[in-house]
């Protein structure tokens, strides 16, 4: 067994392989491999830590529920159909003081969101789905499956640019049309993806709709542009759900959205 | 009959720049007017926290007298006062917009020397923000402000834009970390234990050696990396692009790698004797590394 069969198939042999004859080579090869020992140790502590961590951050539902009851309370956030019309920007001290308080709270919703749904994906999906080792590009088009033998292609010497998926780096209104298609395209994962937000993205536009034309338009765009990020990784994640760097672009993304909550505020603020 | 009309057409119009001349010039000088200077003056001690807050303005700070902080505020008109506070070591300037006020009525630049230790925390939502010689921690936001940082040394420094670009500049052994959601990042000579960039659509830009040890971590999720290193760089790296092309242009010593390399989409290697550790990641953009 070499470094590379270890590293392809270490998921699988932790949890035991099927073949003892493949175990004991798999035992044999991680005791004469520091590289790999110390690849399958790290494995271990993280999958353990992990599982405490998850344990230790959920907490239950009536949690959330009461916090969300308190801050409806002390009109920390506000029902959608309140919001329009508001003067938030008028010089009445309260209204200009509480209004965009919400943001903060669901700042950190969306992260919490982004959060859960990664590990959420990645507790389920990785146990259902084969991985899929070609990536998805955006729109239509779909990469050639990546042979196996290029997974172990060396550095050694300057790589020749190869052709692989369309390299473009999509604008923001390329990305708006491609979201469109890109919810239609990825089935009922996209959904999932925007639902959480949905209402905070239109107390969002509520707000910013307060400021001059050109910022208002500013952040609409802006936020069309980080949810259509956010749907189009969360599409390459559902298609391949055990890319660890795929989970973590996707809860950049989710980062993204939530700088762009927190930097609208500092500004309404 | 034709020349008396063109000489007609000809008086007129010159009346007419005249006047919308004399118009400009009186708006010109009505806003010069309205213009107003303040400066305020702080005597503090080692280790101050300025903070200056302003929604539309540029704010411009350098390092100055090691026991006094200095600002000197341009308000372009009535309709936006300065507050200014003073707890101890530390000063609190801030301005507030009146009824009426927009993005021209509101406007406050600010220049200000501080000591050069101070911690300092800038916010302006047009910009433009610049920093420069200082050695404490600094944190830089704004949403259209572009934001310059240049000859700064061991401090934090952390800065975030909605879309302003952010160029550092000379910035040696600082704990960098950049947010942008479409911002460009241009990062000349910045060195430091750890230096971080995230942007969602702009482009991340690196020139420079990496530093002698540090990690260095470059995020995009459709903007393009591109990192100029001279060629003894020292430095271990990896780069993977989820959709996207990666590139590099010299040679790098292959390694034991615990993860996977997508030929065209990732590369991994080290250079010299590896001291500092490059992540370069995008989810579609490109990454090329390039020799100086």
Redesign the interface.
């Known amino acids: 067994m070499t470094?590379s069969d270890v590293?392809?198939l270490l998921p699988e042999l932790l949890d035991g392989a099927p073949d003892a004859a493949f175990q004991t080579a798999f035992n044999s090869h991680v005791k004469s491999c520091s590289?790999c020992s110390d690849?399958v140790s790290d494995l271990k502590l993280i999958t353990s830590q992990a599982r405490d961590l998850t344990a230790a951050e959920e907490p239950p539902a009536r949690v959330w529920v009461n916090i969300a009851a308190q801050l409806r309370a002390e009109g920390l956030i506000r029902e959608p159909e309140t919001v329009p019309g508001r003067p938030v920007l008028v010089?009445a001290p309260r209204q200009r003081r509480w209004s965009p308080f919400w943001l903060a709270p669901v700042a950190a919703g969306v992260l919490a969101a982004g959060a859960y749904l990664v590990s959420h994906k990645t507790t389920t999906q990785v146990a259902e789905q084969r991985p899929v080792a070609s990536?998805v590009?955006?729109g239509t088009s779909q990469?050639p499956e990546?042979n196996p033998t290029?997974?172990?292609?060396?550095?050694?010497?300057?790589?020749?640019?190869?052709?692989?998926?369309?390299?473009?780096?999509?604008?923001?209104s390329q990305?708006i049309a491609a979201k469109s298609s890109s919810e239609s395209k990825a089935g009922g994962a996209a959904p999932e993806a925007s639902a959480p937000s949905s209402a905070e993205d239109q107390q969002f536009l509520s707000v910013v709709s307060t400021l001059?034309a050109s910022s208002r338009a500013?952040?609409q765009n802006?936020l069309q542009?980080?949810n259509a990020?956010i749907q189009?990784?969360q599409a390459?994640v559902n298609q391949n759900p055990s890319?660890a760097?795929?989970r973590?672009?996707l809860m950049?993304?989710y980062?993204?959205k939530a700088?762009?909550y927190q930097?609208a505020l500092?500004?309404i603020q | 009959m034709a020349g008396q009309q063109w000489a007609n057409f000809l008086e007129m119009r010159i009346q007419s720049s005249t006047v919308v001349t004399l118009v400009l010039a009186t708006c010109l000088a009505s806003v010069a007017l309205a213009e107003t200077k303040k400066e305020y003056r702080f005597t503090v001690g080692p280790n101050a926290n300025v903070s200056v807050d302003t929604?539309y303005g540029a704010i411009s700070v350098r390092a100055g007298s090691s026991t006094e902080v200095v600002v000197l505020a341009t308000l372009k008109s009535d309709s936006v006062e300065v507050d200014q506070q003073q707890n101890g070591n530390r000063i609190e300037i801030a301005s507030h917009l009146l009824?009426g006020a927009?993005?021209l009525t509101g406007q406050v630049n600010y220049e200000v020397s501080i000591p050069a230790d101070a911690t300092l925390n800038l916010?302006s939502?047009t910009g433009p923000l610049s920093v420069e010689r200082l050695t404490g921690d600094l944190t830089l936001?704004g949403?259209?402000a572009a934001v310059n940082v240049r000859n700064v040394e061991n401090g934090h420094v952390h800065v975030?834009?909605?879309?302003g670009p952010i160029t550092l500049t000379d910035v040696r052994n600082g704990h960098v970390e950049l947010?942008s959601?479409?911002g460009d990042m241009q990062m000349k000579s910045v060195t430091g234990p750890l230096v971080q960039a995230?942007s969602?659509?702009g482009k991340i830009s690196y020139d420079g050696d990496f530093g002698s040890s540090g990690d260095y971590k470059f995020?995009t999720?459709?903007?393009?990396i591109e990192a100029l290193v001279p060629a003894d760089v020292s430095a271990d790296?990896r780069a993977?692009?989820?959709?996207?092309?990666?590139?590099?242009?010299?040679?790098?010593?292959?390694k034991?790698s615990?993860f996977?390399?997508?030929?065209?989409?990732s590369?991994?290697?080290s250079a010299g004797k590896a001291a500092s550790e490059v992540v370069l990641?995008s989810?579609?953009?490109?990454i090329r590394l390039k020799q100086r």
């Open positions: 470094c590293q392809q590289d690849l010089p990536p590009s955006k990469a990546t290029d997974q172990v292609a060396t550095a050694s010497s300057p790589v020749a640019e190869v052709p692989v998926a369309p390299p473009t780096s999509p604008t923001t990305k001059p500013t952040y802006e542009a980080v990020d189009e990784t390459y890319d760097d795929a973590q672009h950049e993304a980062q993204q700088l762009l930097i500092d500004r | 929604l009824q927009n993005e916010h939502s936001e949403s259209d975030r834009t909605m879309r947010a959601i479409s995230n969602g659509s995020t999720h459709s903007g393009d790296f993977h692009s989820m959709v996207g092309r990666v590139q590099h242009d010299f040679p790098l010593e292959s034991h615990r996977p390399v997508e030929l065209g989409r590369f991994f290697g990641r989810f579609s953009g490109k």
